[in-house]
């Protein structure tokens, strides 16, 4: 039987505060994309929209999300190396 | 152009090289160096049979067919992985801590292990992946027939059914020998890794190398490109708002669901921290896959003649600009997008049907755990061997059965729907600890018979499987029941149809069923693994201790795992445990470890039903559960307990220090104490014996002197009187014993009768009092007495103490609340701050300046006496002079008992 574990704390410091920002901003990342992947869909009111426009709009708003999520993805890995196996993710999480 | 002969004998080199590669990889990992065969990138790259033949050349197709749409098919994904952090990455933990084989085994495992689940989604990972693989065979077929049309300038195609007959017989050699190698699942198949990595960048570069040509040689730069869409049928998009969210929803959802997906992205994960590379380089692999599809279906719309497969531009454009070997390329990549698929979802798909068809059977059938007999390795991995190859069948026969006629891009979608009835009974496994093992069967079961019956038949043709009546009417003439206008519905797109209402009516029951119900115990227990798979590092256990032998469990771990592997594991939990040998104590703890060690090889449902024929007790109960909550539960309440202990505890050491301080203190002042009251006692006495010591002796004093000598001797008689006097006065006070004599009086006469009985006739050290004797008119019920000797005590004080020229004494009167307040304000120097707190203190006498005066106790009296009429005395600083307030109610309360002065204990103690 393992020991109850310790309560979260409730504060942290800097790094560890910017760290969960960090997570949150990941767990944004893909509502922002989808966001940006629907928008498209706003500019049709009258008639079709160029082709090309969209396209280019689209794979810039692509190229933009997974430039974000590198830069993420190395801080978000040392991150998760620091914490080891405890989980900060659950804090405002799913 | 490329002779028929050469294009197979490059096509058989490039799968000869692929045979070369996945078998030095083996060697290289089982040699030990896997090094960069671990490395993010390969893992990265693996992911890539996301992008199969379907990508290839299907979204060009697709493009050409209905323009933007066909980037839902990579944006679905890419939303997927940039946000791991939610769901990638638990499903990744969850796969390596449960030790997952396939997603058939992760739903199963997280329902209480329970097989029917497994069998369910089997089911329908193999109906959903069957068209899919008929899709690959159909690519690599219409692509070898683009050739051979080509070169042999007519319609003498060798025949095109072998072509995709000996494609399948290729690919089912490739995956037994690579993915059959070793039973446990678990372990990486670094040979069929390696090998998809291959052919991903094969791929890549592929698509790449024609996307520039076809930018920079066909047409001229982007810039010139850009106006050739704009120019083409495909410039003006008319977004179908429901089939772009549609879309990527499905393939987003295929990420989690297809089983090849979940082969590569948790099964073959090496190192979770690989996910977050993946997140941003897979997406980066999407979008370059994806960036010259737009163009080269612009210019295939433009170069190619009318009827052209749109599916094929990949391969046409290049071969019918003269480009061979470029088109060779494409070709290669194209064959290795169908191959990569094909290997992983076979050996996917075969994995679950042998863990959760063919062991369960077998086990049944077997019935007695303990007589177990035969190598159940050979036994599985024949399973697995023959489940490939019945895949590869299944799939041929549906290619036959199709006759290759369908559009690429409208097939993988039907696949995708079909495997995406997991997603639910996934998702809410992971996040919702209420999901139940019915609630996800009910889900799974009316989400298959939605699709099949909305999508997957109807696929097949009006009045092949489905009559044209029943597609148009409805059965029976029901019009609600029509297929593709299910409870009327009508006029929308078919695919988006069948997902909107498969995936709707799954997840209500799904919902609904689990709320319904109550879990069985294996299902909690699991559910709480799985869901908080990030708080749980230790497991909790799903066994009790039993009375399993040993040496059983070894017996049949043997067969599973093989005899050093399992001898090997033994022995090393019999050394954990401290004992020698190869048989450790069967605790719980070990049952757990054993069962999940054969998961990883014949799935949680399989592994946890024979580990309970030889235990040969049903695991847990729902009371064992409640128990392990109670123990926690029980274990976080000592500690709070604990924790408001030593508080308390803290607390009282804190109390007993400061009673130590205020003993030490006391100690000392009743030395002090005894000293001055011995020294105030003996002075007079000293005079008082010197003078009587005179007068006996001396008969010749003259009657002067002798009147002289006994009126001091009177005087200090007096004194010492007064002290004793005083003495007592205090000892009765602070003893309690006193009893007050009360009465109403007003405040104006008590003062006027102090003043008066201090008035020195003589004028000698006259004080000036100042009176507001209009504030002093109040009624009060006291002990008139006891508090003049108060009010003549501070102005005797003032008197003697006053430094001032003209000494004044300022006594201020008022109400306030249900007391009275009285301050005693001279205009001297005031009292030192040092010595504020000491004054009312006995002896406390600051100066011996007109020391003739008293024994210092008037303060010390005033404070007791103040005290029992249910007032206090302070001094007051901070205005100008000495000043005291003294505060009394206008009636002493009922009980005049010890009413509390601050000073009290001490000075109680003192005479203790």
């Known amino acids: 039987m393992k020991a109850p574990s310790p309560p979260r704390p409730v504060f942290l410091a800097r790094h560890g505060y910017r760290s969960r920002r960090m997570m949150d901003l990941s767990r944004l990342l893909p509502v922002a994309g989808l966001f940006l992947f629907l928008l498209p869909l706003l500019h049709q009111a009258d008639g079709p929209v160029s082709t090309p426009a969209t396209l280019i709009y689209l794979f810039s708003a692509w190229f933009g999300l997974i430039v974000v999520a590198a830069l993420l993805a190395r801080r978000l890995a040392r991150v998760d190396d620091e914490s080891g196996t405890t989980e900060a993710g659950r804090e405002g999480g799913p | ?912």
Request: glycine share 10%.
């Open chain 2, 1 to 912: 152009m490329i002779p028929f002969d050469i294009l197979v004998a490059v096509c058989v080199s490039y799968v000869a090289l692929l045979f070369i590669i996945a078998f030095m990889a083996e060697r290289r990992a089982s040699a030990g160096r896997v090094g960069w065969l671990r490395s993010p990138l390969v893992y990265t790259l693996s992911l890539s049979v996301y992008c199969t033949a379907w990508t290839f050349y299907g979204a060009v197709g697709y493009a050409a067919r209905s323009g933007l749409e066909f980037l839902t098919i990579y944006l679905g994904p890419t939303l997927v992985l940039v946000g791991w952090w939610w769901a990638l990455r638990k499903l990744v933990r969850i796969g390596k801590t449960q030790r997952i084989t396939s997603i058939a085994d992760l739903i199963s495992s997280r329902y209480g292990k329970s097989n029917a689940l497994g069998v369910i989604v089997t089911l329908l990972a193999v109906v959903g992946t069957t068209p899919y693989i008929a899709l690959q065979l159909q690519s690599v077929t219409l692509s070898f027939a683009v050739f051979v049309r080509a070169g042999t300038d007519g319609w003498a195609l060798p025949d095109v059914n072998a072509t995709a007959l000996w494609v399948a017989a290729g690919l089912a050699l490739f995956t037994v020998l690579f993915g059959t190698r070793n039973l446990d699942a678990n372990e990486r198949h670094h040979g069929v890794v390696t090998a998809i990595a291959v052919e991903a960048v094969v791929k890549l570069v592929a698509l790449v190398a024609v996307g520039i040509f076809v930018v920079w040689g066909v047409a001229d730069g982007p810039r010139d490109m850009a106006i050739r869409i704009s120019e083409s049928p495909l410039a003006g998009t008319d977004f179908a708002a429901g089939r772009w969210v549609g879309m990527t929803f499905l393939s987003a959802a295929a990420i989690f669901t297809l089983p090849r997906m979940f082969q590569v992205l948790v099964v073959e994960n090496a190192d979770e921290r690989h996910l977050a590379t993946a997140s941003w380089a897979f997406p980066l692999y999407l979008f370059l896959m994806s960036l010259f599809v737009m163009p080269i279906a612009v210019i295939g719309l433009a170069t190619q003649p009318a009827g052209a497969n749109p599916d094929l531009f990949v391969l046409t454009v290049p071969l019918s600009l003269g480009q061979e070997g470029l088109a060779t390329l494409a070709f290669l990549g194209g064959f290795s997008s169908a191959t990569s698929m094909v290997i992983v979802a076979a050996i996917a798909l075969s994995t679950m049907v042998s863990n959760h068809i063919v062991m369960p059977l077998w086990l049944n059938w077997q019935n007695t755990g303990a007589s177990m007999s035969g190598d159940v390795r050979k036994l599985v991995l024949r399973a697995r061997r023959i489940s490939i190859a019945g895949v590869l069948v299944l799939g041929y026969a549906y290619f036959r059965l199709t006759g290759g006629s369908e559009a690429l891009a409208s097939i993988g979608l039907i696949s995708f729907t079909g495997v995406a009835q997991a997603l639910p009974a996934l998702l809410g496994g992971i996040f919702w600890r209420g999901a139940t093992r019915r609630g996800a069967g009910a889900g799974l079961l009316i989400g298959l018979a939605v699709w099949l019956y909305t999508l997957f038949l109807p696929s097949f043709g009006a009045g092949s499987v489905m009559s044209a009546g029943l597609l148009s009417d409805g059965p029976w003439g029901v019009a609600w029941l029509r297929p593709q206008a299910l409870f009327g519905v009508d006029g929308v797109d078919p695919l988006l149809h069948a997902v909107f209402w498969s995936i709707a009516l799954n997840s209500f029951a799904f919902i609904g069923v689990s709320l319904w119900g109550v879990p069985g115990p294996m299902e909690r227990l699991q559910g709480a693994q799985f869901v908080n798979v990030f708080d749980h590092s230790s497991d909790a256990q799903g066994w009790m201790q039993g009375a399993a032998e040993a040496e059983d469990l070894l017996i049949m771990a043997q067969r599973i795992l093989g005899g050093t592997e399992a001898q090997a594991l033994f022995q090393r939990a019999a050394v954990a445990q401290g004992k020698t040998g190869y048989l450790p104590d069967t605790t719980p703890a070990f049952l757990e470890r054993l069962e999940r060690e054969l998961a990883g090889s014949v799935g949680a449902a399989t592994a946890h039903a024979m580990v309970g024929q030889i235990v040969g007790r049903s695991s847990i109960s729902v009371e064992d559960l409640m128990a392990m909550a109670d123990e926690t539960a029980q274990m976080m309440e000592y500690s709070s307990q604990l924790e408001a202990k030593s508080a308390e505890l803290e607390r009282t050491a804190r109390q007993l220090r400061e009673a130590n301080e205020k003993l030490t203190e006391l100690s000392v002042q009743k030395d002090a104490f005894l000293s001055q009251i011995s020294h105030e006692l003996r002075t007079p006495m000293t005079s008082i014996r010197a003078f009587s010591e005179i007068l006996m002796g001396g008969e010749d004093l003259r009657i002067e002197d002798r009147r002289w000598y006994s009126s001091i001797i009177h005087d200090e008689g007096i004194r010492l009187t007064r002290l004793l006097d005083d003495l007592l006065d205090l000892s009765v006070l602070e003893n309690g014993q006193v009893s007050l004599n009360l009465q109403p009086a007003n405040l104006r006469d008590l003062i006027d009768r102090a003043v008066a009985a201090t008035t020195e006739p003589k004028g000698d050290g006259a004080i000036t009092i100042h009176r507001d004797r209009a504030a002093e008119n109040i009624e009060l019920v006291t002990d008139t007495d006891r508090l003049c000797q108060v009010f003549i005590n501070l102005i005797v004080n003032a008197r003697k103490y006053c430094t001032a020229d003209a000494p004044e004494l300022r006594i201020d009167a008022r109400r306030q609340g249900d007391g009275v307040l009285l301050d005693f304000v001279d205009n001297g120097s005031g009292i030192p701050k040092r010595s504020q707190a000491i004054i009312f203190e006995k002896f406390a006498r600051l100066s011996d300046r007109n020391a003739a005066g008293g024994a210092g106790l008037g303060l010390a009296i005033c404070r007791e006496i103040m005290g029992r009429l249910g007032g206090s005395i302070a001094y007051l600083p901070g205005q100008g002079g000495a000043a005291f307030r003294v505060q009394l109610p206008l009636r002493p309360p009922e009980t005049s008992a010890p009413a509390g002065s601050q000073g009290e204990a001490p000075a109680q103690l003192n005479h203790a």
